[in-house]
């Protein structure tokens, strides 16, 4: 497994933008798929957006598409979510997530995450 620690959460107004870094530990980062996902208040864990192992497959939850892109560094051990467009809607925690398959990313059965990284996005 790996050790994940999010940063890069904040306070923005709505149509701002935000960058997360996940920086995971371990010498086998670049074998591992990794991915987003979040917790608003009261709601549920909701599948935010993934990549493959070498970055060349993403996918992304409807809601942040064309506003939301994710990346890998594997040099440095480190994933991204660049947010553009914020809206008071996704306002949440957001949890880095890590499996050797993506597939199970997109699951939300994934193997390791983080502690998170609050986002509030204000209206």
């Known amino acids: 497994q790996v050790q994940l620690v999010e940063s890069g959460g904040g306070l923005v107004q709505a149509g701002g933008s935000l960058r997360l870094s996940c920086a995971a530990s371990?010498?086998?980062?670049?074998?591992?798929?990794m991915g987003w996902f979040r917790q608003a208040p009261g709601k549920e864990r909701e599948f935010v957006a993934a990549?493959?192992?070498?970055?060349?497959?993403?996918y992304y939850t409807d809601s942040v598409k064309d506003r939301f892109t994710i990346s890998r560094d594997n040099a440095k051990n480190t994933v991204y979510l660049q947010m553009n467009s914020l809206k008071p809607e996704d306002t949440a925690i957001y949890y880095c997530?890590?499996?050797?398959?993506?597939?199970?990313?997109?699951?939300?059965?994934?193997?390791?995450w983080g502690q998170g990284t609050q986002v509030t996005v204000s209206s």
């Open positions: 990549l493959n192992w070498s970055g060349g497959v993403t």
């Open positions: 997530a890590a499996d050797l398959n993506v597939v199970n990313i997109r699951r939300m059965t994934f193997s390791s």
């Open positions: 371990g010498r086998t980062f670049s074998s591992y798929a």
